[in-house]
């Protein structure tokens, strides 16, 4: 069974520029998340989707930040226009009950 | 609300000696804990978590937590390290039985295992 898959690994950009990151969950799982980890703090949630509704966005930082997850599969993050504060790694995870399969992130650099 | 506090950011520990990662949190509900492991560019990997029942809990590479509920601790354990689990690790709290809740994470702690 595939995991977590995220695309791109490592994405770096320039301020100001828009950037659209992806996260594929685990085939049926219908909760998906997004977390961040921005340089030497800790992991931080973003949001959770059950299937293609927006079941917590409280840790969304500004209006910079738009997810969706058309169909209630895959997931879009993305970030317009990025600010040098918005470089850190990007993680996302899928469940079905209680534990989080996390993918292995994408790494955002702005400069 | 609900935290999770790693109480040391890098513990440097020799090879096969004994090792304690310390981690406490805080909730005022019932809770899911975990222990995940991030080695050099890789993601999250979960070592071990704790839902319900007994309270020391195993997970791979030999690691072992137990869950304290009076003293709200979850101490990661391992008896004798090796320099493949040097990799950074953390806590991570979240809430509910009915799952779908988001995890709240420690701020991680370093294991540095030299030879």
């Known amino acids: 069974e595939a995991g977590v898959t995220q695309f791109p690994s490592h994405s770096v950009i320039e301020k100001g520029q828009t950037v659209t990151l992806r996260c594929d969950p685990i085939?049926?799982?219908?909760?998906l998340y997004w977390y961040r980890r921005v340089m030497g703090k800790e992991i931080k949630f973003l949001l959770h989707f059950v299937k293609e509704s927006k079941q917590d966005e409280s840790g969304m930082p500004n209006n910079r930040f738009l997810a969706e997850r058309t169909g209630g599969t895959y997931s879009t993050l993305k970030v317009q226009p990025a600010e040098l504060e918005d470089s850190g790694v990007y993680f996302c995870?899928?469940?079905?009950?209680?534990?989080?399969?996390f993918g292995p992130g994408t790494r955002l650099t702005v400069t | 609300a609900q935290s999770v506090t790693q109480l040391d950011s890098q513990v440097p520990v020799f090879e096969e000696a004994p090792v304690e990662l310390r981690c406490n949190y805080s909730s005022s509900v019932s809770v899911y804990l975990f222990w995940y492991v991030q080695y050099p560019n890789q993601g999250l990997q979960l070592l071990l978590k704790y839902l319900s029942g007994s309270t020391l809990v195993k997970g791979i590479n030999g690691f072992e937590a137990e869950f304290n509920k009076s003293q709200t601790s979850f101490h990661l354990r391992k008896p004798s390290v090796h320099i493949s689990d040097t990799a950074e690790y953390f806590c991570a709290v979240s809430g509910g039985r009915t799952g779908g809740f988001k995890t709240i994470f420690g701020a991680g702690t370093r294991l540095f295992v030299k030879a």
């Open positions: 085939s049926g799982h219908d909760n």
């Open positions: 995870a899928s469940s079905q009950k209680s534990e989080q399969y």
